[in-house]
């Protein structure tokens, strides 16, 4: 158990639909990461906060957004969803968000677009 | 543009062979740092190792080790005396510095099958 933790673990909706996954970081990590794994895109970074800023931006679309809160949760919002978002979503959480820190992941949100 | 290459999509072995795993690399960059993460089977991704680009002395963590080669752009994963537990997805990774953060890109990892 890393610490991380997500929620929902498993999420099917519909084409069009928006949905909220939510991370909550290891206690006394201030980083948050998010990843989106698919079969076409394999494992690619999407964002990140630290201390409720952003920090770093990947390979996120605009029909996607984050926020890190006061509390360090985060959320990933994902709009007007369509078949080819359906992926595996995983966090993952670091104490100070530097390149030298070591990532802790959560156990990750399957996303099912129907 | 960094890129990360892990040319074995499936390796089969059997318990108690030595598998290596490889990963070779592209960046401009000369501050960079290399990852390896583990997937077992119930999906979590598990960190196991980073290599900044000024630090190319071999690692070695109990059954596991790991050869950077800054000549070759590659940084090698061994399992020694492989064991069923270690089937999962192996994924290199790359990050450059870059004001501080940085951006990591990764491979499209390697299955590793042990059979009893």
């Known amino acids: 158990d890393s610490g991380v933790t997500q929620t929902p673990k498993h999420l099917i909706t519909a084409t069009g639909q928006r949905v909220t996954l939510r991370c909550s970081p290891r206690?006394?990590?201030?980083?948050v990461y998010w990843y989106q794994q698919s079969l076409d895109q394999g494992l690619q970074f999407l964002i990140q906060y630290y201390n409720g800023e952003e920090r770093a931006k990947g390979n996120i679309l605009e029909r996607f957004s984050a926020q890190q809160f006061p509390d360090l949760h985060s959320e990933l919002n994902l709009s007007s969803l369509e078949l080819g978002d359906s992926a595996l979503y995983f966090c993952?959480?670091?104490?100070?968000?530097?390149?030298?820190?070591?990532?802790?992941f959560g156990p990750g949100t399957r996303l099912t677009v129907l | 543009a960094q890129k990360v290459t892990q040319a074995q999509t499936e390796i089969s072995v059997v318990e108690k062979e030595d598998v290596t795993l490889d990963c070779v690399y592209e960046t401009r960059d000369t501050t960079y740092y290399l990852f390896w993460y583990k997937q077992p089977p119930s999906g979590e991704l598990v960190f196991l190792i980073r290599?900044?680009?000024?630090?190319?002395q071999n690692e070695i963590s109990g059954r596991y080790s790991w050869n950077f080669q800054k000549s070759t752009s590659s940084f090698n994963f061994t399992i020694t005396a492989s064991q069923v537990v270690d089937s999962a997805v192996y994924f290199c990774a790359l990050s450059e510095a870059s004001g501080g953060s940085y951006i990591p890109t990764f491979g499209r990892g390697t299955s590793l099958i042990v059979h009893p």
């Open positions: 290599r900044n680009s000024f630090d190319e």
């Open positions: 993952a959480s670091s104490v100070e968000g530097s390149s030298t820190d070591t990532q802790y």
């Open positions: 206690s006394g990590d201030l980083s």
